[in-house]
């Protein structure tokens, strides 16, 4: 019979609160099915505008950046622009979890009679400042897509799989920008998510959205 730690959470039984609960799956290293409710979530405080977009994937650090920028109406110029640094692997939980969301995006810019052209930005562009982050929450609807960006604290998440009871999520920003943007984000990560896959790490575990 194996030993179950005092304290440690039941495999199989729903634990925590608040926006996310999780499910202990059996197995040497104890893999966490995570659930997030973003309905509980709290809204991300910071706001920004965004109208040009670039993504940068660092095989080396495994990680993917996001940049955004927008174009200053009078002299068509990109100003500064904000990074988001997150894992690899976010990304495609990321792109896996919102298949449903781009047959929406498609239909709305059909109805809006616009097309996915791409802004990119310079490379001479400096960054504002860079924020991290491992969950995305995407809507799109009435001419307009949202992008919020939340952290899952990994430290919630090794405590979690011992005997915490509560994983918390973090709002670190709001994204606001014409669907055509969030089009060219699904364009842009297609290739990657393809080849990135699942997160290797039983760290951040399985994460599903509802």
């Not at 920028?69 to 990109?78: E, K």
């Not at 792109?95 to 802004?119: C, H, I």
């Amino acid at each position: 019979m194996k030993k179950v730690e005092k304290g440690s959470p039941k495999t199989g039984k729903v634990v925590g609160g608040g926006p996310v609960r999780y499910t202990v799956q059996p197995g040497q290293n104890a893999l966490l099915n995570v659930q997030v409710d973003f309905a509980l979530a709290a809204v991300p405080g910071a706001y920004y505008y965004a109208d040009c977009l670039a993504l940068r994937y660092d095989r080396e650090l495994a990680v993917v950046t996001l940049s955004f920028a927008r174009t200053d109406a009078l002299s068509g110029r990109v100003g500064d622009r904000l990074d988001v640094v997150m894992p690899a692997g976010a990304l495609f939980l990321f792109w896996n979890s919102s298949r449903d969301v781009e047959k929406t995006l498609d239909e709305q810019l059909k109805a809006l009679g616009v097309s996915p052209e791409s802004r990119p930005i310079g490379v001479k562009t400096l960054a504002r400042t860079t924020l991290f982050a491992n969950v995305i929450f995407v809507s799109t609807g009435g001419g307009e897509s949202c992008l919020d960006f939340y952290y899952m604290p990994v430290r919630d998440i090794h405590l979690a799989k011992k005997n915490r009871s509560t994983i918390g999520l973090e709002p670190i920003l709001r994204v606001l920008s014409s669907p055509v943007l969030l089009k060219n984000l699904f364009e842009l990560s297609r290739p990657y998510a393809a080849s990135i896959g699942p997160p290797q790490t039983p760290n951040y575990g399985r994460v599903n959205v509802s």
